[in-house]
């Protein structure tokens, strides 16, 4: 699609989806939007006159997360480096911006993990099941099953850290956006020292992230690949996550994204 095309849309995280999509949730029939196509150029938000602070940008990113329950549901296609293509199902419970809940499914149904996150100020508790059975919580930097993804970046664990600083100006899949990166808090159990992101100028959307180790490699991507309709709005219909240089690549995409009642399934 290109610029000047298109209407206003909304930013939904699903991801895992999300956190991992930014959108209000509601039913409707798919676009077809190839998943290699650009996604369709947003209504620009009031310009900006100047680069602005890491802080205001990211405050207006976490300001486009849910502002009720939704139920999101999905899922993960991998391909490895050799060998068929793999799937399991995903379904991310997201109630911000204190708590989202993450659940693994095999090809069946049957469910594999769970991972709740609850979020109080600057801490975070985490709660983890293991086939149903409660387990201490993996680190951040574990993988999810045999996937290209670990937990840290279905849940976008890195958009709450602080500070980072904003180093220019790029186009992502040709939108116009901020470039920035931020670094893991001392001590972080983290499998990133630092994660590089663009962010849509226009919306304040999340287009692209990668993750760095220590050395300073990129070893880990994340893109949005392409989106769908949703009545007026328009939600992120497909995440590619790609294990750097040469490793296997998930795509996420999104099946259905429904409110739900707060309470429901929430720890």
């Not at 196509?37 to 620009?44: E, I, L, Q």
């Not at 993990?113 to 201490?136: D, F, H, I, Q």
Request: hydrophobic content about 35%; overall charge neutral; some cysteine.
């Amino acid at each position: 699609m290109h610029p000047g095309r298109n209407q206003l849309y909304r930013y939904c995280l699903l991801l895992p989806l999300l956190a991992l999509a930014f959108a209000r949730p509601c039913r409707s029939q798919e676009t077809n939007n190839h998943p290699d196509a650009a996604p369709p150029p947003p209504a620009p938000t009031p310009a900006v006159a100047q680069l602005p602070s890491v802080d205001q940008l990211m405050g207006e990113l976490l300001a486009r997360l849910p502002s009720q329950a939704i139920l999101v549901s999905g899922d993960l296609v991998t391909t490895p480096t050799n060998g068929p293509k793999t799937r399991l199902s995903v379904d991310i419970l997201l109630s911000y911006p204190q708590t989202a809940v993450y659940t693994i499914r095999d090809a069946f149904g049957k469910e594999l993990e769970e991972l709740s996150v609850v979020r109080e100020g600057s801490s975070v508790r985490y709660t983890y099941k293991n086939n149903g059975a409660e387990s201490p919580a993996p680190p951040p930097g574990q993988r999810i099953q045999d996937t290209a993804l670990t937990w840290m970046d279905l849940t976008l664990g890195f958009l709450w850290w602080e500070g980072g600083r904003i180093i220019g100006q790029m186009e992502s899949r040709g939108q116009p956006c901020y470039v920035l990166d931020r670094h893991a808090p001392a001590g972080s159990p983290s499998p990133y020292a630092s994660v590089r992101m663009w962010v849509d100028q226009r919306v304040s959307m999340l287009l692209q992230a990668e993750g760095y180790n220590m050395p300073g490699d990129c070893i880990r991507r994340l893109s949005v690949k392409s989106f769908k309709k949703i009545k007026d709005e328009w939600m992120i219909k497909d995440l590619e996550f790609e294990d750097l240089p040469e490793g296997p690549r998930t795509l996420l995409r999104v099946r259905t994204a429904d409110p739900v009642k707060p309470a429901a399934g929430l720890p």
